[in-house]
């Protein structure tokens, strides 16, 4: 794996463009945009203030920098740099910003969720949304970019509105069976839209475009419910991470569970393959040594390795205990994610947090475990094939496929990435656009 030289930037502010053509970077209140094939800085964009937010257009053509401090939305475009486009939401703040599917509209929510503004580059005008939801997941597009599902709170109740995004028409709204709502997903071809209710009732609902309720499941009650939700790519599963440890995968037929996988601490089973990480330090000869020690500064000390093991079941894995009496336990799964040809699955649970569990769906069984020696911080599917990321906050990235696992050492200045899980949102970004 090849590495470019290291770059200055700001709030972890760096994308790649839809096309893959582009790579977007912030140092405080500029932008730099980049040639991916060259590196060369291609447009160098000076904003009104520090950026604390940026996203490109889905054609590659704008991008927005949002500067939430001011309430203030700038737009830069890569065909015209001398044209730009300033968005001032004035005394209502800003607290999110994001594009429509077609890229020309702009949706920005002011401070307390009072209203979504829409924008339009093209004729100038602008569309108000009142009484969005503030929650996890709130507003979700189709695939195809036709139609937008928003989350909102009215009276004391959740409902739910579907605008068509052409000309940001309501098409339906409807109220929704839920104490409170925490987040609304599409599945990828549009026909089903997922509403989950709040940790404390297990509650998902699945709804029709014209807001038909299609189903409802609740695994238990009386405890904490779900943490996590994913669709598979194909839209023939869903899966529901829950706080008692375990997924449950629902079919798209009768909207019934499968199956369940739950998440031990004690893998017993031979067939399955436990990668465990191992780390060994170098051996130092005595040309390595000098004498008086270094000074602080003068330079890093050879890192150890790092590879991976196959340990002998029985295996135990590192649990963390939780503590059950403050809010937000880590407890549950609370990562999920398919693979982009839905034969895997990947998830984490949160009190076995050095752990990553790869599900083989196609034979809804366990097929491999990675143990890492620090907590995963995340991971991320190659969208061109069964390859997986996982970042854990250190030098190191982390590949598994089902040839087997490998770990890469990431050059930089320092022992350690500063949020590394930024790491694998860029090689997801790469393998999205370069396969």
Known sequence: MNFSEVFKLSSLLCKFSPDGKYLASCVQYRLVVRDVNTLQI??????????????WSADSLFILCAMYKRGLVQVWSLEQPEWHCKIDEGSAGLVASCWSPDGRHILNTTEFHLRITVWSLCTKSVSYIKYPKACLQGITFTRDGRYMALAERRDCKDYVSIFVCSDWQLLRHFDTDTQDLTGIEWAPNGCVLAVWDTCLEYKILLYSLDGRLLSTYSAYE?????????WSPSSQFLAVGSYDGKVRILNHVTWKMITEFGHPAAINDPKIVVYKEAEKSPQLGLGCLSFPPPRAGAGPLPSSESKYEIASVPVSLQTLKPVTDRANPKIGIGMLAFSPDSYFLATRND????????????????????EQLSPVRAFQWDPQQPRLAICTGGSRLYLWSPAGCMSVQVPGEGKHIPEATDVAALLCAVWHHTG
């Open 351 to 370: 009190n076995i947090p050095n752990a990553v569990w790869v599900w083989d769906i196609q034979k809804l069984r366990l097929f491999a475990v990675l």
């Open 42 to 55: 291609l447009q160098l964009y000076t904003c009104l203030d520090q950026i604390q937010h940026i996203e």
């Open 222 to 230: 009386w405890s904490l419910g779900i943490k996590s939700v994913a």
